[in-house]
């Protein structure tokens, strides 16, 4: 009977806990719904509904008619294929740049602090200013690019960087690739730095050289930061507005109209909120699917 009450009194006591837990977190979760999950849903209800500003003769319930005709629309194709090329192009350079060179800097060698914190420097610069500094870089009249490739003999005369889309979209790759390449080369260097020194002696002792000590022993221990690090970086690839923004505006001939650039100019220069909504969804779910693929592809059990 007395261990009846004990484990009676043990419950009411957990049970107390418990609630005192939710109502300590409770307006946590009613900022993080009020902030997160209703604009969310409420997101994904307008994405059914067309709501321009400019037409409100059309407005009212669309269903999948607005997916329908977002999808099938020339721009929406045009955006997102910008978008892939400005994606997959990011993610390979400044995977391969940063595994080099965090495993360069994973070695011992003299004055590898002072090496480490200029490398993380660039990651400090603000978005906006970083678009601004690559923009006089790269300007035909006065840019530094110009000067110092002219001086080196690699050109004979001046070049207009932003003169063609294609070249303009390697140009904004390459001031995206400045800046957060350094992120990139600190998550590798905190994984390499992780990794167990016995096994990497092991293949020393096996008789591996350099790259089959990274590809089979460094590589698969290192995938779960490099799942994280992935999905984060595809993420902001897909995202990527602000730069493009400062650079480009999406010219030229909307041949840097990325998809999130293209959602911009529906919602806040078309007023047009429902087709918005619907190009949000579709980027929402874009990055859904890429994530589960990563997480396929890149899934690895536990090493220990």
Do not use: C
């Not at 600190?186 to 992780?194: E, G, K, N």
């Not at 460094?218 to 602000?242: A, C, E, H, N, S």
């Amino acid at each position: 009977m007395r261990r009846m009450k004990k484990m009676r009194g043990a419950y009411i006591g957990e049970a107390s806990v418990r609630r005192t837990a939710m109502l300590m977190i409770a307006p946590a979760m009613v900022i993080i719904l009020g902030m997160n999950v209703y604009p969310l849903l409420y997101n994904v209800g307008l994405s059914f509904f067309w709501y321009n500003l400019l037409d409100t003769a059309k407005n009212g319930f669309a269903g999948v008619r607005q997916f329908v005709e977002v999808f099938t629309n020339k721009g929406f194709g045009n955006s997102l294929l910008i978008t892939g090329y400005f994606a997959v192009v990011s993610l390979v350079v400044q995977t391969v740049l940063g595994t080099l060179i965090a495993l360069l800097l994973n070695m011992e060698f003299k004055g590898r602090g002072f090496v480490r914190a200029i490398v993380l420097l660039p990651w400090a610069v603000p978005s906006m200013v970083n678009a601004a500094i690559w923009g006089w870089i790269l300007n035909a009249n006065y840019g530094l690019l110009n000067r110092v490739l002219l001086q080196w003999g690699v050109i004979k005369e001046i070049v207009v960087w932003m003169a063609t889309a294609f070249s303009a979209l390697n140009m904004i790759i390459l001031a995206d690739t400045w800046r957060m390449l350094p992120l990139t080369v600190l998550l590798l260097l905190a994984a390499l730095q992780t990794l167990d020194a016995s096994t990497i002696e092991a293949g020393i002792v096996d008789g591996a050289n350099a790259f089959q000590r990274f590809w089979h022993i460094k590589l698969p221990l290192m995938k779960p930061l490099l799942l994280v690090l992935l999905i984060m970086r595809t993420t902001q690839t897909i995202k990527v507005f602000d730069i493009i923004f400062m650079m480009t505006g999406g010219g030229p001939g909307n041949g840097t109209m990325a998809i999130s650039f293209y959602t911009y100019y529906a919602i806040f220069k078309n007023l047009n909120y429902g087709t918005g909504a619907t190009l949000s969804v579709a980027i929402s779910v874009i990055i859904l699917l890429i994530a589960v693929l990563y997480l396929k592809v890149l899934h690895t059990d536990d090493p220990s």
